[in-house]
């Protein structure tokens, strides 16, 4: 169908970056937004929105930005923007993506022990206490993977565990011999456990073997002997101030005190924003721990209810763990890019075809001793932001020092050009902010600061990089043969002037 004269001038003005609709149904607006400017790390999350796009009968002009500055959006015949809703899309994918990553694995634990439920109470009589075991034996692995990496956090996450199934189990065999005993043990382990959850998982990482993890055990210690003396002195003031009704309603399955409930969902907000703000995998696993703990104290004295879910917890725990130690060990820190052992590892995989492309931050060493190294670093989480959502099937990891290195398995050269050129292009338009020494230290005198008027403007700078390709072909048949002749095309770019593609 051609275009109407209205529909071809729009499409010629829109800028890269922006979406033109496929086809034109009544009321349709033309959908635009400018990816780049939505944040650094938005377009390694933008695969699925653009596939919900296209499904809505959007295709994308140009998904790879020639222009970094905000662009104006083109308004929509009835007078909507698509800036905010897609902002908004592009969010909820990024959330969606998260807690796939984070919630999957714990989930399907926590689903599994519910399952297994009918088949652990129908084991002969012989072989429970057996089944009894093996929730120590989820919280005994996760301790010492914990003490193998030093990770004090999850150390006393794992005793936790290990003592709150303790308690649950307490609860049912003295319940029918001394009831204050078990209330007073049933309400703590309520109450208490999820503080401690929230607690160390907010405490910064200290490692176990020093005063951090000396001071960690006592304050553990601390809070066992409290209930111990609670117990011992009956102080039943106490348990009953702890085990009232603070909660408007009542709900009959719901077995735990209300400050228990209370508790719980206070610690998972906080547990949710923090895995918001950190976006970590183990946060993810201590927060999908609160639900097998949550059913597991809510239904102790149940038969098989404790067992199944707190090895469920435990092993969520001791999983998570081993995927966040992973993520350290293959992702650089500073710009969050997969690192050399994960590049490495993609270059051993890699078939018959590809390309590999090397990438250096122009004058990066004389820009560090002018700026500091504080600023160096932020180039260098600039540059990874941009080349991160490189397009065209290319993968971008962290070379060492200010090199980088994009891989595009099964492309060609000529393919990869165009995108290598637009993540030129737009680092080297990218305006870089430099932060003056004496910016405010907290961002309620900088905004006082800047409605003041008395804030001057920031300076900014530019950055350059330099990238030389190199594809796979009969004299260059091993990866490392390719990356060496990148490397050499990538000085053939440093001496040709910088701030550009050589091949």
Known sequence: MPL????????????????WPARRHDKSAIVGIFVKQVDQDVNARTLPIRSFLKSLGYRPLSWNTRNIHP??????????????GLRRLLALSGL???????????VILTLAAYLMLPYLRATPQAWQPLLQAIPYSACLLALCIALLFNQGRVFFLALLLGLGYWALNSVATTAAIDAFHAAVIFTACSILLPLNFAIFTFLKEKGLLNLSGILRSGFLLAQVIFVGWVIRGEKTELLLSAAGNYL??????????????????????????????????????????????AIA???????????????????????GLILHTHRIAYRDELTGLPGRRALNERLAALGRRYTIAMLDVDHFKKFNDTYGHDVGDQVLRMVASRIRGVGGGGKAYRYGGEEFTIVFPGKSIEHSLEYLENVREEIANYALVLRSNDRPADRKRGRERRGSGKSAKPKTTHVTISIGVA???????????VVKAADEALYRAKKGGRNRVSK
Do not use: H, Y
């Not at 929509?76 to 905010?84: A, C, K, L």
């Open 4 to 19: 109407s004269a209205w529909e071809a001038s729009s499409r010629a003005q829109c800028p890269p970056g922006l979406l």
């Open 71 to 84: 662009c104006k959006v083109q308004p929509s015949r009835n007078g909507i923007s698509g800036n905010t």
């Open 96 to 106: 969606l993506t998260l807690l796939t990553r984070t919630l999957l694995i714990p």
């Open 248 to 293: 408007p309603f009542g709900i009959e399955a719901i077995r735990l005190p209300d400050l228990g409930v209370i508790t719980l969902l206070l610690v998972a907000g906080l547990l949710s924003w923090r895995l918001w703000r950190e976006q970590s995998v183990l946060d993810g696993s201590i927060l999908a721990l609160l639900l097998p703990f």
């Open 297 to 319: 104290a809510n239904w102790a004295g149940t038969i098989m209810v404790p067992e199944a879910f707190m090895t469920a917890a435990g092993l969520t725990l001791a999983l």
């Open 471 to 481: 594809a796979r072909n009969d004299e260059l048949r091993q990866p490392d043969m």
